[in-house]
């Protein structure tokens, strides 16, 4: 069985500064984590994803995660926050088969740009 | 490449009616996922499907919801008897191998 925790259902940055999203995992196996964006009465977009291999995730929008084993984490960081990433992120976990036997999701946690 | 298409994007219903959502795959893609997103909620699976079979169906409801994913034509998710609680943004995706999701925009069903 999986889990996911998103601390936070709310966070507010200014323009420019850091953005940190945490998120925290659960799983039997070795897990697959995903984070995804969903702007309004959209669908998600995949922002990035670990599989194996290197912690250090970079993905679309310069946004990056950091596996942590011992941590049992993958927070989500952008150094300079825009007006832009004003969206809902969503933690993801999958098991061994990537997706295939779908994903559990966090809450997601709404992201808010102050200018 | 046309991505994964859904329609209807928004789909009313009066309590105790049928609806059906389809799902399109991107092309290519035999592997269909359908999530059911809550408000205030994160996305919940609910069926995975490959051409014509069931994989795992362990997030349906018992009653009322059933998915299939026929040989030639789309994903189609259906739901008899709406009841309030079924409103929500109902989610498809689709993947070449079981591996890396394509969301579509999803259908927002409201039950009036």
């Known amino acids: 069985a999986q889990s996911v925790t998103q601390l936070g259902s709310h966070v507010s940055v200014s323009e420019g500064a850091l953005v940190l999203l945490r998120c925290n995992y659960s799983?039997?196996?070795?897990?697959?984590l995903f984070w995804y964006v969903q702007y309004p009465n959209q669908g998600l977009q995949l922002l990035l994803k670990?599989?194996?291999?290197?912690?250090l995730v970079k993905g679309i929008n310069g946004f990056e995660a950091e596996f942590k084993k011992s941590e049992t984490s993958f927070h989500l960081t952008k150094p300079s926050a825009h007006m832009s990433d004003a969206a809902e992120y969503f933690c993801?976990?999958?098991?061994?088969?990537?997706?295939?036997?779908?994903?559990?999701f966090g809450k997601g946690t709404h992201l808010i740009i102050q200018p | 490449n046309a991505g994964v298409m859904q329609n209807p994007r928004h789909l009313v219903r009066r309590r105790g009616q049928e609806a059906r959502l389809r799902c399109s795959p991107m092309?290519?893609?035999?592997?269909v996922y359908w999530y059911r997103q809550l408000p205030e909620e994160g996305l919940k699976f609910m069926v995975y499907?490959?051409?014509?079979?069931?994989?795992?169906e362990s997030g349906m409801p018992k009653e009322r919801f059933s998915a299939e994913f026929p040989k030639e034509g789309p994903s189609i998710l259906r739901i008899q008897q709406v009841v309030r609680g079924d409103s929500a943004a109902y989610f498809c995706?689709?993947?070449?191998?079981?591996?890396?999701?394509?969301f579509g925009s999803g259908t927002r069903l409201t039950v009036v």
């Open positions: 993801a976990v999958s098991g061994v088969r990537g997706g295939a036997d779908g994903l559990t």
């Open positions: 995706a689709s993947s070449p191998t079981g591996d890396g999701y394509t």
């Open positions: 499907l490959q051409k014509e079979n069931i994989i795992d």
């Open positions: 092309k290519g893609h035999s592997h």
């Open positions: 670990y599989t194996t291999g290197a912690t």
């Open positions: 799983s039997s196996v070795p897990p697959y």
